[in-house]
């Protein structure tokens, strides 16, 4: 048996890292740069925090001697080592006190089977004994790689252009946060740590970096106080006039779009006269055209993709006017895909009306006139469909309802036939089904090849295989 205290106090072992990833996950959440603020006296608080503790008896020795020996590569396995070594001994010597508080997944009390969740943590305040029913979010907080993601070298009370580096990953904590009304949050790499309050609707308070061997306080006591602290005063209640549109970006007039770093272009902007003067478009707006000639504006809701290919490529949620889009950018060296993807859509369409229902629909394809989300390059345009992508909700879809888009996806492979190409990259993520409609829709056309248009092709395989699977497709087959 030990002392809480002293497990609290006791530095975390280092980590071994083999064959790593080598991005970060990319929220499309940001929060500006410019909104961040220091928390001056964090490690004050949270040391008065620990200190006003009562515990009541000892904990079980938690930490090995030797170290730890497991091999981390990702952000799932670098979540096995934080809890191992942080939520747990935090859990549990605050267990033998009076605060009952403790670390669990952010899913297990927003659960939510079709998104697919980032890496997030939770601390909560529950009953006795611990229970869904009884457990309350507290604080809310997000896990990245220490190698992906530098905490370090980019802090709070660097100058802006240095600080923008922690816009999305921050702006991911935020959104958390703000979803279920949360005064706190933070983010951690495990060799780093910053913690996160929000003290007015545009002022977020952020520590210094703590790394994982500190002391005085250590990186624990730094959890278990903070924890204290926001069990204190959990929730924040924006006001209703607030514009959450503006937490990206700064409401200060001046120079260019947006001056912030983007990890689609290789600098910083240059500095031109502001464009925000211009009713409705702001640092998150793509400015679209032919030949350098602009012809309009659509604004960026969110991005929806990672990027790929050395950020050549990404997906954004667009609006124009009322209208919302689905936008996919391309950089000039991919303009060959973007041809090939807008063709095949074009296609589609001139099949009107016959079967055009099965798959989306482009608004407009053109070039990128000037833009900080994506500098440079081609943007096609896609009228946004209602529905989930198949994957996130097909094992919770009724057998009927398997069957109805079995025979859809049927009906939309025989008109790609008819028009000569095959999909090579199908599967569930082609597919979005809107459950109160029953509509299935095919997109996401980049990867096809052109058959010989003088051959007769009718078969739906391979694309079937690729979605469904033998075996499913044995299943459906058969109830049909």
Known sequence: MESPRELLARELPDLIKLGVTTSPSVSDETLCATYMHLWTNFKTQVREAVASLDFTGLVSLTDAVEGDFYFVGSELGLTTRFARHVCEPVSKALSVTNVPLQFGDLQALRPNPTIVPDVTLAIFRHGTPPSAGTATLIAAGELKTWWTVDLEHHTVIDPVDVRNYLEPFIGQVVA???KSKLRYGFLSTYMSTVFVKREADFCFHLSPPIPHNASAPSLRQCFAGFAVLAAQSPHYEESDSLDAGLLRSSTVPGLIASTRPSMYRSRVG?????????????????????????????NCLKLLSPPRLCHTKAVFELQSGETQYIA???????????????????RLRQLQPNGHDLFTCPAFF???????????GSILLLEKVPGDQLFGIWKSLSGGEQAHIYNECISGIRIMRSISIRLLDAGKHNILYDRETGKVTL?????????????????????LGAIFGATEMSGLIHDG
């Open 270 to 298: 240059d500095y031109i006269r502001s464009l925000t003067s211009v009713p409705g478009i702001s640092a998150d707006t793509i400015i679209i055209g032919d030949n350098g000639v602009a012809s309009g504006f659509v």
């Open 366 to 376: 053109g070039d990128i006139i000037c833009s900080s989300q994506f500098p440079q």
């Open 176 to 178: 958390y946060m703000r």
């Open 328 to 346: 996919k950018c391309w950089s000039h060296d991919q303009v060959q895909s973007a041809l090939s993807e807008y063709r095949v859509y074009e």
């Open 443 to 463: 997109h996401d056309f980049e990867a096809v090849v052109e058959l010989d248009p003088s051959a007769q092709y009718t078969s739906p395989h391979p694309e």
